[in-house]
């Protein structure tokens, strides 16, 4: 018993209880899983502690990654910042069904991230405040097919590092996803894909990635066939509807990205039909803006969040009370 005590992962955060912890932050925590037509999800809440939240924000985590680890800092920061925020683990990722590491249709995952979202905001507590969208990296991508797919239904949105255009390197070859499709699918779930080292390339702090390698619930393994044919679909689908962009949104990027291309942002800032959009780059950061970066740049990068969903629920809440 001894043993397997010792060898349970420990929470990021150390040896304190977590419900302690969440206090600790401000913040009044619950889990739980939602049933969708596609699957069970498993679910998190950050609400603040002492206070009636002013808006909500609904959170989606990348590739490989789920939502009770080291993301749940940009849902606790929002939750500080006086906003009840929501984030559920992707099918196919964390406690949440499916295989793991398996992205097997990225519109259904949309579709039942957002299914959980929409029954958050349309709810009796909920319903009415200002409600924003977060994703970073794929989730960003995901993001912009939850707007796709509900345009009318989101205040805004922020981006970090999202999921548009693949660099050269990171691409998924060509030549294997043709050979492996003659398999009629039977290779779908085969984790055989060069892995490129993302999360290495993704991380600039060597002490964050240390932490972010300990998620005990993060994917490991090489990607699954069928996962990189739906990101190179996502990719193309994206820059084939940019202007469907309509949403209020802020992107942000580092301008050293090696795992999505920076220049993804600039192309969505540009295309978006949007008439309220706003660009981030900061200089010399890699791809994961919040949890793998110095201080400095997680700090600027979440003061520039702040501000940004801060002035919105702002207008927003001022005009409604004219």
């Given at each position: ?38 699957g069970q999800i498993f679910t ?37 910042w006086g906003y009840a925020a ?93 050979a492996y499709s003659f398999l ?139």
């Amino acid at each position: 018993m001894a043993e397997a005590q010792a060898e349970k992962p420990v929470n990021f955060w150390g040896d304190l209880p977590e419900e302690e912890y969440y206090k600790s932050q401000g913040v009044k925590h619950s889990a739980g899983y939602f049933k969708t037509p596609n699957g069970q999800i498993f679910t998190n809440s950050f609400l603040p502690l002492d206070a009636k939240p002013k808006g909500i924000v609904c959170l989606t985590h990348g590739y490989g990654g789920d939502t009770s680890w080291m993301f749940q800092i940009i849902a606790i920061n929002y939750a500080q910042w006086g906003y009840a925020a929501f984030a559920a683990d992707l099918l196919g990722h964390g406690r949440s069904d499916g295989i793991h590491g398996y992205v097997w249709n990225v519109h259904k995952l949309a579709e039942t991230a957002l299914s959980y979202f929409q029954s958050v905001r349309d709810s009796e507590e909920y319903k009415g405040l200002p409600a924003f969208l977060f994703g970073e990296s794929m989730g960003g991508a995901l993001t912009l097919l939850m707007h796709f797919q509900d345009p009318q239904g989101w205040d805004g949105a922020m981006l970090t590092a999202p999921l548009i255009i693949m660099p050269e390197a990171m691409k998924p070859s060509w030549v294997l996803l043709t050979a492996y499709s003659f398999l009629l699918g039977f290779a779908d779930t085969w984790a055989v894909m060069p892995e490129n080292n993302i999360v290495r390339k993704a991380i600039r702090d060597p002490a964050k990635g240390k932490v972010i390698g300990g998620n005990p619930k993060r994917y490991t393994g090489k990607p699954r066939v069928g996962t990189m044919r739906e990101l190179r679909g996502l990719t193309i689908y994206l820059q084939q509807n940019l202007e469907k962009v309509t949403i209020p949104f802020l992107v942000m990027h580092g301008t050293d990205d090696v795992v999505t291309d920076p220049q993804s942002s600039q192309v969505l800032f540009d295309k978006a039909s949007s008439k309220d959009k706003s660009l981030k780059f900061y200089e010399g950061a890699y791809h994961s803006l919040i949890q793998g970066e110095p201080d400095e740049t997680k700090n600027a990068v979440l003061r520039d969040m702040r501000e940004w969903v801060d002035q919105r629920t702002e207008n927003i809440l001022n005009s409604r009370s004219v």
